[in-house]
């Protein structure tokens, strides 16, 4: 049953999940650009919300193929990203049904170990490949990520919601 202050969401159109996916991945490509390794990546983000939210659109084959563009784009080591993503959409797909019944600032409590395992499974297969540590501003990313979720939340379902129509007479 839902609670009286819990919105009825419309159905989310395949277009609007494929074009956000693409704009995050833009908005990734174009961060990181600047080399900065403490800047969330809005693309895992993105993924992991689907993941969550639509785990029968967006799966693990969507995030490895995208995870793949973030390495030939980044020039880092082929199936980092792809694996980390992959990770990732699983962690989401696994826990999708018990997220959702909680409230945002609960699941921003509960999605931020997830975030952790994906960068430290990055930064174990950075280190592993002789890459350099890259500093301790990376501790910062997960941490930035989780702070995203209210956001994403906002933006990714604000297509799905319905306006708000006060009829007495009408149940939902």
Known sequence: MMERGQALLLPVSP??????LVVSLLLSMLMGLSQALWLPDVLAVNIFFWGIHQPRRVGMGIAFFLGLWMDVQQSSLMGQHALCYVVLNYLAFSMHRRLLWFTIKEQ?????????????LGLV???TTGDDFPGWS???TPFLATLLWPIANFILLAPQRRAHD??????I
């Open 15 to 20: 277009w609007f999940i494929a074009g956000s």
């Open 108 to 120: 921003m409590i509960q999605i931020l170990p997830f975030f952790i395992v994906a960068d430290a």
């Open 125 to 127: 297969i950075r280190l």
């Open 138 to 140: 990376i501790l910062l």
């Open 166 to 171: 006060p009829d007495a007479n009408r149940p």
